[in-house]
């Protein structure tokens, strides 16, 4: 995919299927990461121990949302995809991963900035990607396996 | 919790008649609009100086830093996102566009987490012209103009 291209619809264009599969990919790995540091740090785990591996999975978001941002902006048009092929709650489900992570990452996180394990288990439901999340999950033979 | 922190998750300052949720909002987003516009200059900056001269600690410890700002702001107000879409249709109000603010935030992110040896990594992140971009959006502009953080025209 390259920008200044003639826009293309997601199911024409397999790099944008990709990139649907990182954003699908970050939020799996994020949402138990994130669900894990979170308990480490209210378990009194230093910054030390927490700042690599948070800002790692904050860095991951970031670089996936950036790239698919400059695409939706650029190359395709957002309007012909097909519907919970990228619902807008997929955007916000993982910025709200990376403000908590990036929170992880400093020496004195500030607490509205970090989501309780409440939160983090609703986000899917809170942000209505439960039926992309299942059906993304089983079409990876391998998730699927895992679980 | 830094002083700066402390003063943009404070609601006193908001109009007394206001109800609390509203207090809320009305405080965060005008906290938000100040820190998109000193925080842009200050990526320009640090970007710039990345590009440059290389990453550094100091470097990516302001990046961090600049990042842990807006995502307390911007965790705080997606926090209450219902009052954002129950105020969504109301008259002169203009909901905070939220995806734009993230591409600051995404974009201090991958300053502070790039490797020394593989700046390549940032050209997933904002450049100098990519923010401009942002600061001639509609959405941000229409947004900015009413909290009073830009004057008409400009």
Redesign the interface.
């Known amino acids: 995919m390259r920008l200044g291209r003639t826009p293309q619809t997601a199911e024409v264009d397999p790099e944008f299927a990709q990139l649907i599969a990182g954003l699908y990919y970050a939020f799996e790995d994020n949402l138990e990461r994130c669900a894990r540091l979170t308990r480490l740090y209210h378990d009194g785990a230093s910054a030390s121990e927490l700042r690599e591996e948070a800002l790692a999975g904050a860095k991951r978001i970031a670089y996936v949302e950036r790239v698919t941002f400059e695409a939706m902006a650029h190359v395709i048009d957002i309007r012909s995809l097909p519907p919970g092929v990228l619902p807008m709650g997929v955007h916000s489900a993982l910025a709200r991963l990376a403000y908590a992570l990036t929170a992880l990452a400093e020496a004195d996180p500030e607490p509205e900035a970090l989501l309780s394990q409440d939160d983090i288990h609703g986000l899917a439901h809170q942000y209505e990607i439960e039926d992309w999340v299942t059906h993304l999950r089983e079409h990876n033979p391998d998730l699927k396996a895992a679980r | 919790?830094?002083e700066l922190?402390r003063e943009m998750?404070d609601s006193s300052d908001a109009p007394a008649e206001l109800s609390p949720d509203l207090r809320f909002l009305a405080s965060r987003q005008a906290s938000l609009a100040a820190l998109m516009l000193d925080h842009a200059e200050h990526y320009k900056v640090l970007y710039t100086a990345a590009r440059e001269s290389g990453i550094t600690e100091e470097i990516q410890t302001a990046a961090?830093?600049a990042?842990?700002n807006l995502?307390?702001l911007?965790?705080?107000l997606?926090?209450r996102?219902d009052l954002q879409i129950a105020l969504a249709h109301a008259p002169g109000y203009t909901p905070t566009p939220?995806?734009a603010v993230?591409?600051l935030?995404?974009?201090f992110?991958?300053l502070?987490?790039?490797g020394r040896d593989s700046l390549d990594?940032l050209d997933?992140?904002?450049g100098l012209e990519g923010v401009d971009e942002l600061f001639r959006s509609q959405r941000v502009r229409d947004w900015l103009h009413g909290l009073g953080e830009l004057a008409p025209g400009e």
Do not use: I, K, P, Y
Request: hydrophobic share 45%.
């Open positions: 919790m830094n922190r998750l961090l830093d990042a842990g995502g307390t911007l965790q705080s997606r926090s996102e939220m995806l993230d591409q935030f995404f974009s992110t991958l502070a987490g790039v990594q997933a992140a904002l």
